[in-house]
């Protein structure tokens, strides 16, 4: 997720939360003030340089319900589903009807908020969910693609997105851009 300058001209912060599967404190050069990791990242390391980092975060071993525990700010059960919502094959997102994202206060203060990455939390296919297979889930002449992924990111606070539902993990293999 990336938060980018505010609209007003007065404040020029920039937040940018960098959420990563599969991947340890260890593995990142910086993290631990250590050499520990076993890939030079100079973009990385120059840019944790220059910013805020965490150090005491809590998550699943999932990434689904993980996800949705950093956007939320609730713990995985209290999403729709107790196991989290990983694919768009459903009616919803992972998130309740009364919630929204921590992009949602930034959007409501002027910030432009944009998602980039693997989603995996969950939506609806246009029009009437989906008619089919994983595999079929682009091709299926029920479903309408001329209209947005139904609770994507824009349904929760962000402005802009470029995602994949599930990665590399599952079908469809392709990037949606702002729910299309």
């Not at 960098?18 to 030079?40: H, L």
């Not at 009437?128 to 889930?137: D, H, L, Q, V």
Request: aromatic share 12%; hydrophobic share 30%; proline share 7%.
């Amino acid at each position: 997720m990336h938060l980018s300058c505010p609209r007003t001209p007065y404040n020029s912060l920039n937040i940018m939360i960098i959420f990563a599967d599969d991947i340890g404190t260890g593995d990142i050069p910086f993290y631990w003030n250590t050499n520990t990791s076993k890939v030079v990242m100079p973009n990385i390391q120059a840019l944790a340089s220059k910013s805020v980092i965490f150090t005491d975060v809590h998550s699943t071993p999932l990434c689904a319900p993980s996800r949705y525990m950093l956007l939320s700010g609730n713990y995985a059960h209290r999403g729709r589903l107790r196991g989290g919502t990983w694919n768009i094959n459903g009616q919803h997102n992972q998130f309740r009807s009364h919630e929204s994202s921590v992009a949602k206060p930034f959007q409501n203060n002027g910030y432009h908020t944009t998602m980039f990455g693997k989603w995996h939390l969950g939506g609806k296919v246009p029009p009437n969910g989906s008619n089919s297979s994983k595999a079929e889930i682009l091709s299926c002449n029920q479903h309408n693609w001329n209209d947005p992924l139904i609770d994507g990111p824009q349904t929760i606070g962000f402005d802009k997105s470029r995602i994949t539902v599930e990665g590399i993990q599952g079908a469809p293999y392709s990037f949606f851009r702002n729910g299309y």
